[in-house]
């Protein structure tokens, strides 16, 4: 008669005395493959394929590079696969908006299990503008509430570097600076006599909604 597996799984093995029951063969593989680390193309592929799934259950999602584990109520992510995805962060203002110019700004991100890393830089070129009002930077994705934490840095060819904390801006996609010294928020006035050449760095983490 079959005997339930060493390790404390629920998989009832066949033994050598037992009939050929091709059946029993099929349930047993079945709760294996269950048991092991799925994967699909995609999270909408996952879905329709685990309709039922249980909590522990693992899935790599192809498209993203992602592992997923399911809770007991829903899906989320455990490794991002160690890819940093690269992405166009906005550089707005309050009144009018920043241009870094001929200059270059770039982002990207990684997700941890719920957490989402994002280093964000903008390099002043030629024709660049620091606009009006306070300055904010857009997410990849939304986040909950205002866990978000992280610095800005300022550095220059010419001149003293800065440095401010990011915190929250006025809605979820959204991060702004403390200005140095905790001064109010980071504006278009913060620097003194900007050059081309300055840049600005941003690293966050925040909490994914």
Do not use: C
């Not at 920043?98 to 982002?107: E, L, M, R």
């Not at 003194?192 to 909490?207: C, E, F, R």
């Amino acid at each position: 008669m079959t005997s339930a597996d060493a390790s404390g799984q629920g998989i009832l093995l066949p033994r050598l005395t037992d009939p050929p029951n091709i059946d029993a063969l099929y349930g047993v593989l079945n709760t294996i493959i269950s048991k092991s680390v799925l994967s699909f193309a995609s999270a909408s592929a996952r879905n329709a394929t685990l309709t039922s799934p249980v909590e522990g259950q693992m899935a790599w999602l192809q498209d993203t590079n992602t592992m997923t584990e399911y809770t007991g109520s829903a899906w989320v992510n455990v490794l991002a696969g160690g890819v940093w995805t690269a992405y166009t962060p906005a550089w707005t203002a309050t009144t009018t908006d920043p241009s870094q110019g001929a200059g270059t700004k770039t982002g990207k991100w990684i997700d941890y299990g719920q957490e989402t890393h994002v280093m964000i830089q903008v390099v002043l070129g030629a024709g660049f503008s620091m606009g009006s009002g306070i300055w904010r930077w857009s997410l990849p994705s939304a986040m909950t509430g205002t866990w978000v934490g992280g610095t800005l840095t300022l550095t220059r060819p010419v001149g003293q570097d800065l440095s401010g904390i990011i915190m929250s801006g006025p809605t979820s996609t959204t991060v702004q600076a403390v200005a140095p010294g905790g001064m109010g928020n980071w504006v278009n006035t913060t620097i003194p006599t900007p050059a081309v050449g300055d840049t600005l760095t941003l690293k966050l983490i925040y909490h994914k909604a």
